[in-house]
């Protein structure tokens, strides 16, 4: 109301408006016309220039329009003017371009189809276009073109093929059987038909000459009956000829086959070793009286009883064991152990024959029981004195080592002492200024005592290794190597995996002299110039390898056991390591050195030799 007094009209207020989201609503400006985008009649208005029209019959612009007014409108609208006539010109540039590329695009179109429809099927079109409507019906077209051309191959791919399946049939019709139909076609249809015309061929080929075959056959087969039934006749009148001579040779036999069951029976129960005989189902049919003896039963007591009953349950899993085998034709004898009725145990050895039907069907076995009982008792007193044998030698090496080590002991303690302690006074003496006869005298003697004494050492060393006891068996073994090298000038190498090895006295003093024996059996024999002694620790066992690059040996010329006289030698080797649960390995070739290989399991640490 305010606005009408002032001589200016405000839209929002003359159609009393309530649009908050138009820009002309409560607006300062009084210009409404000029705004874009104001929702006047409920519907968004565009640029000035678009709603001009409906702006001259507004009532707002009839009360507020002046001559800055419409100075201010109408540069708005020629701005507005000059924009509108920009983009219809660039929108005819654009018209203009897009007609000459459909008329350009069409003119190729119809010029590609126009070859397709003439029969030309390699005709091809670029594709390119800004259009996408013609860039689609180009492809279609060389999609169109393509299409045609595979059609038109095929056609005349299946012409030829056909062409060719004729010729074949008709050569086949003629008699000709080895026409085949050849060629490779991508046509899957024209393959197919390829395989099944020729094996239809094939399979006519082998009927026609099945049958001629048959036709051969047939006619040799009943000109071989016309001769085998003349000859037959000629061959029944013999044989009825003989017929009554083997009648007589039968009984004869009869007489003699009864001799000769007797004469076997006869055998059978005055035999040494006990006899028996089990059907499929393992019950005995039949024993002799040295069975029964040997078991303390009477043969009622055995015969329809299952033969498992004079066996415990360990002697059962054997048996059926070697049932198994004897079901499969395996003839192989066993040892088994039979419980006597007086509940004594028989050791036997079994030597067991299946028996077969005429179908070779196993029908049972009968079998031969060996009383073993004496051999097994003395087998094992001879296991328990070779026991005894081996801890006796045990024994004897420990007192051997405690004797030699109580020597070195004693050469060491007293006689080295002494010698030190007269050869300190010599010097003493020899320091007095004596007379040079008197000199020469102590220098003689103190030569005499150090190599006394440096021979007391060695033979305290060589009894007795104390290093052994001090420092254990790998300074021992180094020590020893050492010395031969020393002595012998053999190259020596040590290796050792550093790992802890536990090892009992006994099992250390054994180790240490095998070494021994083998490096002596390396100066002596081998002829080597290097020998290597390494140790090495595997999970639960210790091995020591001994090698040498020397002449080697033959090891099949050798017995690498047999005992040696004067030395520790390999049988002793062999046997004393066997004692303590080890083993011995020897390998050699001429002209490729010796290995030598020590293996022994680790066990805690328990002293035997009073240190």
């Given at each position: 109301?305010?606005?009408?007094?002032?001589?200016?009209?405000?839209?929002?207020?003359?159609?009393?408006?309530?649009?908050?989201e138009c820009p002309a609503y409560k607006s300062s400006d009084l210009k409404c016309w000029l705004f874009s985008g104001t929702q006047c009649r409920d519907e968004i208005q565009g640029k000035s220039l678009e709603k001009i029209g409906m702006c001259l019959d507004c009532e707002v612009l009839k009360a507020n329009k002046n001559v800055s007014g419409m100075k201010a409108t109408l540069k708005v609208v020629n701005k507005q003017f000059k924009e509108f006539s920009k983009i219809i010109c660039e929108r005819d540039k654009e018209l203009e371009d897009m007609s000459m590329e459909l008329a350009l695009s069409l003119s190729e179109v119809f010029e590609g189809l126009k070859?397709?429809?003439?029969?030309?099927?390699?005709?091809?079109?670029?594709?390119?276009?800004?259009?996408?409507?013609?860039?689609?019906?180009?492809?279609?077209v060389n999609l169109t073109a393509e299409e045609i051309g595979e059609i038109v191959d095929q056609s005349h791919e299946f012409a030829i093929g056909l062409a060719e399946h004729f010729d074949v049939l008709h050569k086949v019709s003629m008699g000709n059987l080895n026409a085949r139909v050849t060629g490779v076609s991508e046509v899957e249809l024209l393959e197919s038909l390829k395989r099944v015309t020729n094996e239809m061929i094939e399979n006519i080929s082998r009927e026609i000459t099945k049958r001629k075959r048959a036709e051969t056959s047939l006619k040799k087969a009943h000109d071989e009956l016309e001769r085998r039934v003349e000859d037959r006749t000629a061959e029944l009148t013999i044989a009825n000829e003989k017929l009554q001579q083997e009648i007589a040779e039968k009984k004869r036999v009869e007489e003699a086959l009864r001799q000769s069951e007797e004469h076997y029976r006869t055998l059978i129960e005055t035999?040494?070793?006990?006899?028996?005989?089990?059907?499929?189902?393992?019950?005995?049919?039949?024993v002799n009286d040295q069975f029964c003896k040997m078991t303390g039963y009477y043969r009622n007591e055995l015969i329809g009883?299952?033969?498992?009953?004079?066996f415990d349950k360990e002697n059962q899993k054997i048996f059926r064991k070697q049932w198994l085998e004897l079901s499969k034709g395996n003839t192989t004898s066993y040892e088994i152990t039979l419980n006597r009725k007086d509940d004594k145990k028989v050791h036997t050895l079994v030597s067991p024959k299946p028996l077969f039907?005429?179908?070779d069907v196993f029908n049972g076995s009968f079998a031969i029981f060996t009383d073993i009982t004496a051999l097994k008792l003395a087998e094992k007193a001879l296991i328990s004195y070779q026991?005894?044998?081996?801890?006796?030698?045990?024994?004897?090496?420990?007192?051997?080592?405690r004797q030699r080590r109580c020597i070195a002991t004693e050469l060491n303690d007293y006689i080295g002492q002494t010698l030190y302690y007269c050869k300190n006074k010599l010097e003493a003496l020899k320091g007095t200024g004596a007379a040079a006869k008197l000199r020469e005298s102590v220098d003689e003697i103190l030569d005499l005592m150090e190599q006394t004494i440096d021979y007391t050492k060695s033979l305290t060393f060589q009894l007795g290794t104390p290093i052994l006891y001090e420092e254990g068996l790998e300074a021992a073994l180094k020590w020893l190597g050492y010395q031969f090298q020393k002595q012998l000038g053999l190259v020596f190498r040590f290796e050792d995996d550093l790992r802890?090895?536990?090892?009992?006295?006994?099992?250390r003093i054994l180790l240490y002299q095998a070494v021994r024996e083998l490096l002596i059996n390396v100066s002596r024999h081998a002829k080597a110039r290097n020998?290597?002694?390494?140790?090495?620790?595997?999970?639960?066992?210790?091995?020591?390898?001994?090698?040498?690059?020397?002449?080697?040996?033959?090891?099949?010329?050798?017995?690498?056991?047999?005992?040696?006289?004067?030395?520790?030698?390999?049988?002793?080797?062999?046997?004393?390591?066997?004692?303590l649960g080890g083993h011995f390995k020897f390998i050699s070739k001429p002209g490729y050195g010796t290995k030598a290989t020590i293996i022994i399991p680790l066990k805690p640490v328990k002293k035997s030799i009073e240190q």
């Open positions: 109301m305010e606005g009408r007094k002032t001589g200016y009209a405000k839209c929002w207020e003359v159609f009393q408006c309530h649009k908050h070859k397709i429809s003439s029969g030309d099927p390699t005709v091809r079109i670029s594709e390119q276009s800004k259009v996408e409507l013609i860039s689609k019906l180009k492809h279609i035999m040494n070793e006990g006899l028996s005989i089990v059907d499929k189902d393992g019950m005995l049919t039949f009883y299952p033969i498992t009953v004079l039907d005429e179908k026991e005894q044998l081996r801890s006796l030698a045990s024994e004897l090496t420990l007192v051997e080592e802890p090895k536990p090892l009992t006295d006994e099992t020998v290597k002694v390494s140790i090495q620790r595997d999970y639960k066992d210790m091995q020591i390898d001994v090698e040498d690059d020397g002449v080697g040996v033959d090891t099949s010329k050798i017995d690498p056991y047999a005992n040696q006289t004067g030395g520790f030698g390999l049988f002793t080797i062999h046997e004393r390591l066997k004692y």
